[in-house]
Nanobody
Framework: QVQLVESGGGLVQAGESLRLSCTASGRVASINAMGWYRQAPGKQRELVAAITGGGNTNYPDSMKGRFTISRDNAKNTVYLQMNSLKPEDTAVYYC???????????????WGQGTQVTVSS
């Protein structure tokens, strides 16, 4: 059993910052790429940022500049620093990770339950 648990969401005003965290726990043998996605009401889930096990990051063009992803491999945790938040950033933010539950198994995709971020104008 593997769990991804996000934290750090909340209600902020436009221009403020938030830092999201996501920790993998349970039977975690190895973690490959980790990432953050978001889904606003009535919209499709979209990639916000991703980071490889070696620390290489990837941001869609629309997310570059205000979002920073990082990870602490010793803590099985990925972070998302969000600055200068805008009302259009309002969404449920989901953590995603490729995880091996045994050293000899393949990586499988896991998702967190999501954390709500609401930005008021």
């Amino acid at each position: 059993q593997v769990q991804l648990v996000e934290s750090g969401g909340g209600l902020v005003q436009a221009g403020e910052s938030l830092r999201l965290s996501c920790t993998a726990s349970g039977r975690v043998a190895s973690i490959n790429a980790m990432g953050w996605y978001r889904q606003a009401p009535g919209k499709q889930r979209e990639l916000v940022a991703a980071i490889t096990g070696g620390g290489n990051t990837n941001y869609p063009d629309s997310m570059k500049g205000r979002f920073t992803i990082s990870r602490d491999n010793a803590k099985n945790t990925v972070y998302l620093q969000m600055n200068s938040l805008k009302p259009e950033d309002t969404a449920v933010y989901y953590c995603n990770a490729g995880i091996k539950t045994y050293w000899f198994s393949d990586f499988s995709d896991y998702w967190g339950q999501g954390t709500q971020v609401t930005v008021s104008s």
